[in-house]
């Protein structure tokens, strides 16, 4: 069965980095777009980045554009996440997604159980 | 970036009724419209894609219909396990837009 495990959440200082991992077994992870979606406490769901199914492009959301880096080992069935210059406003749980196809326009269709991000100091 | 406004925001039903959300897209979207189900301190689970398909393994009392601007997701006969917060989300284009959310509640 489908399987995404977020590994790399803590407790972090602002401006410090962290990197998240999404390790997934279960599927052909070679052949599909990945995502990563944030939730704040109490918050709603947002989108924060996506990568193709062959790394060769990627979007962002403009609330981390030039301070996330999102990137795969497809060899090692993994998807990162890495957070540079990180704010108190991006203290939330980080969720990887798969994509229901290759394509970016698609929807998901399997979450890990998240990551919780903590900026604070 | 196209806006998601779902409505209600918050609804009280009970075991049995018919619950219907609504989410409006700030511009056309075709059909790229999904939906998700989150339980308090789980992961979201994906519902509905293409507005009206749904996921592997979710129960037909769910159903999804709209096209262009407006969307609809219906919970036929609502059970104990369907209480929840719902969100729509537009991939149409990038940056990807949730709904922010309505929480189903037991009255």
């Known amino acids: 069965q489908v399987q995404l495990v977020e590994s790399g959440g803590g407790v972090v200082q602002p401006g410090r980095s962290l990197r998240l991992s999404c390790a997934a077994s279960g599927f052909t992870f070679s052949i599909y777009a990945m995502h990563w979606v944030r939730q704040a406490p109490g918050q709603g769901l947002e989108w924060v980045a996506v990568m193709s199914y062959d790394g060769s492009d990627k979007y962002y959301a403009d609330s981390v554009k030039g301070r996330f880096t999102i990137s795969r080992d497809n060899s090692k069935n993994t998807l990162y996440l890495q957070m540079n210059s990180l704010r108190p406003e991006d203290t939330a749980v980080y969720y990887c997604a798969k994509s229901l196809g290759s394509g970016y326009f698609n929807s998901f269709d399997y979450w890990g159980q998240g990551a919780l991000v903590t900026v604070s100091s | 970036d196209i806006q998601m406004t779902q409505s209600p925001s918050s609804l009280s039903a009970s075991v049995g009724d018919r619950v219907t959300i609504t989410c409006r897209a700030s511009?056309?979207?075709?059909?790229?419209l999904a939906w998700f189900q989150q339980k308090p301190g789980k992961a979201p689970r994906s519902l509905i894609s293409?507005?009206?398909t749904l996921q592997s393994g979710v129960p037909s009392k769910f159903s999804g219909s709209g096209s262009g601007t407006d969307f609809t997701l219906t919970i036929s006969s609502l059970q104990p396990e369907d209480f929840a917060t719902y969100y729509c989300?537009?991939?149409?284009?990038?940056?990807?837009?949730f709904g922010g959310g309505t929480k189903v509640e037991i009255k």
């Open positions: 989300q537009q991939y149409r284009s990038y940056p990807l837009t």
């Open positions: 511009q056309a979207i075709s059909n790229y």
């Open positions: 293409a507005a009206s």
